[in-house]
């Protein structure tokens, strides 16, 4: 069975180190589009709080009052910091729903080739315009625009492999990990450029996206060709069953569980940066490194485990038998659930401004980036794998929406920042996780009755 837009290319000669090259060329194209997307982020706050000390150069960016009215509706942010915080995970949330309307569309009829493509100039284009700091604001909405129709991206990662196929949680393990070996690089390149003047860090990001196009479009033909679709196939495609049904359903009720759980990993774009600048030392070989490489140290420290993670369970699926996905985001997320639990202790034992040692904080990234190695890759397989044909690329796209919901909630958690005990601050992102790993051990049987036929053949 093979998606509905799609067919997959079967020859032998379109494979690359066991994998169709398809692959290889949505592995670079997210890779650089993760450059530039996370350049930007890891100094968003930075920059945004920089900009709110400075009002004459606020008046000159057209679009941001409307904004910060926005922001202080959905959060009544107090200070500089919180209102920083809470803007930067307002935007965060917005780029990681944006992907579902785009994905909506390719469903019905513009198809993921012609939508990536859209997306990825229109990514392109913004961030040449973040380079004139008087249009940031029209430039991100151009950004998020793009960002909704190369949502479709993902979903073409699926569509290469047939449904039984098991290389297809590899596949998506191997295709985070382009994500990551960019997100090493990016922050610590742009941070440092950000000191130095912020419009030399988005025109670097501007570069990559034009990299990025220039490996979609010489890639194309490896991707699954789009099918034709007729206005009775369209309206055919559009029934599912009971079972599909029911499917879609439970499916929308894992992302209010992910969303939940997802809390402490997106914390780290947001108010994470803010409390790391305070409480970390942050002097390393007497070099004073901005607090922007904590999100390299997460991106080194994230591509290190997903590549120990995807080792693991190859080793262990050979030797035992597969353990279906369900169970393995089950398993991820409970380790996630550690992870701020070392902030915590951390604080407690080093209180004083700047004394707290990185290797907390490393403690902290390494158990909570086990942990969404197994729950966003597997994730991403398994809405991949059981999404009803007709409505693939729409639903996969939709597993992204936990991170919109997590940002919505990280934007309110940023902005309590210093309004709350620290200490409560990251046991609330530790519950959200720990409440997650609950529903979906409780929701595993239900799984395993709507999934139960395609586990037995993966």
């Known amino acids: 069975m093979t998606d509905h837009q799609t067919r997959i290319p ?53 679009g941001l009052p409307p904004l910060l009215t926005l922001d202080a509706k959905l959060y009544s942010p107090k200070g500089l910091d919180a209102t920083a915080g809470s803007l930067s995970g307002l ?22 080739t012609r939508s990536g493509m859209i997306g990825i100039v229109l990514l392109t284009v913004s961030f040449c315009c973040m380079i004139m700091e008087q249009l940031f604001v029209l430039a991100l909405v151009i950004f998020l625009i793009g960002v909704a129709f190369s949502g479709s991206l993902k979903a073409q990662v699926g569509a290469l492999y047939e449904l039984t196929d098991r290389r297809r949680s590899d596949a998506y393990q ?4 382009s994500i990551q070996i960019m997100a090493i690089i990016s922050p610590l390149l742009c ?42 196939s369209t309206e055919k495609r559009i029934r599912c069953t009971s079972l599909e049904k029911k499917r879609i359903l439970f499916l929308i009720w894992l992302v209010g569980l992910f969303a939940v759980g997802i809390l402490p990993n997106q914390e780290i774009m947001d108010g994470y940066l803010l409390w790391g600048s305070e409480h970390y030392q942050l002097t390393v070989m007497g070099i004073v490194c901005p607090v922007s490489t904590l999100v390299s140290l997460d991106s080194v420290v994230s591509m290190v485990t997903g590549l120990l993670v995807l080792w693991f369970w190859r080793w262990y699926d050979g030797r035992y038998g597969v353990v279906c996905d369900m169970t393995k985001i089950i398993i991820g997320s409970g380790i996630a659930t550690l992870g701020p639990l070392f902030l915590i202790c951390g604080e407690w034992l080093h209180p004083e401004p700047h004394q707290l040692s990185l290797w907390w904080g490393l403690a902290f990234h390494t158990f909570n980036d086990i942990g969404c190695s197994m729950t966003f890759a597997m994730g991403m397989a398994l809405f991949s794998r059981h999404a009803p044909a007709q409505h693939n690329t729409t639903l996969v796209s939709c597993f992204t929406l936990h991170i919109f919901l997590g940002n919505l909630m990280v934007g309110k958690l940023a902005g309590m920042l210093h309004q709350i005990p620290d200490s409560l601050f990251w046991f609330l992102h530790s519950g959200g996780a720990l409440l997650s790993t609950l529903g979906l051990l409780a929701s595993s049987r239900m799984a395993n009755r709507l999934f139960s036929i395609e586990m037995e053949t993966v």
């Open 174 to 177: 191997i295709y985070s990990q």
């Open 10 to 62: 079967h020859s032998s000669t379109n494979n690359l180190w066991g994998h169709p090259r398809g692959l290889w060329v949505l592995f670079w194209t997210e890779g650089w589009l993760s450059f530039a997307q996370y350049g930007m982020l890891s100094i968003l706050v930075i920059y945004l709080k920089d900009i709110l000390q400075h009002p004459e150069r606020a008046a000159r960016i057209v």
């Open 191 to 232: 941070s440092f450029l950000g000191t130095i003047a912020w419009h030399w860090a988005f025109f670097t990001t501007s570069c990559a996206m034009m990299i990025g196009l220039a490996c979609y479009v010489g890639g194309r033909r490896y991707l699954p060709e789009e099918a034709a679709l007729s206005r009775q």
């Open 91 to 112: 935007i965060m949330a917005i780029i990681f729903a944006a992907p579902f309307l785009g994905s909506f569309l390719a469903d019905r009829g513009l198809g993921r």
